[in-house]
Nanobody, 128 residues
Framework: QVRLVESGGGSVQAGGSLRLSCVAS????????MGWFREVPWQDREGVAVLSNSGEPSYADSVEGRFTISRDNATNTLYLKMDSLKPEDTAMYYCAADELYRLTPWMSVVAQKLIENWGQGTQVTVFS
């Protein structure tokens, strides 16, 4: 069974940094398309950054140049390094993975339902 476990969230002042981690288990890690999504109450979940199974990254415009997605195949871990954080980055961040479906940061909420595997989320709060 596929399992994704996020960690690394917390509270940070605007301008600060955090690094989120997502440890994956239960499948051939290197074959999966993976990514980070975030959700704020009463708003649609949105894509943040994704990484194809070939290692190609894509970012939402709102985080381009501030966030970096990466993966360590040796430890089956996906990372999201977040720099220059802003209050509007405050959200619950979710790790996602799918073997067949290539993720994009601009996926609609309807398209996100096709993603097979999700973590439980980690909260990021940025205060000014």
């Amino acid at each position: 069974q596929v399992r994704l476990v996020e960690s690394g969230g917390g509270s940070v002042q605007a301008g600060g940094s955090l690094r989120l981690s997502c440890v994956a288990s239960g499948y051939p890690y290197g074959t999966m398309h993976m990514g980070w999504f975030r959700e704020v109450p009463w708003q649609d979940r949105e894509g943040v950054a994704v990484l194809s199974n070939s290692g190609e990254p894509s970012y939402a415009d709102s985080v381009e140049g501030r966030f970096t997605i990466s993966r360590d195949n040796a430890t089956n871990t996906l990372y999201l390094k977040m720099d220059s954080l802003k209050p509007e980055d405050t959200a619950m961040y979710y790790c996602a993975a799918d073997e067949l479906y290539r993720l994009t940061p601009w996926m609609s909420v309807v398209a996100q339902k096709l993603i097979e595997n999700w973590g439980q989320g980690t909260q990021v709060t940025v205060f000014s």
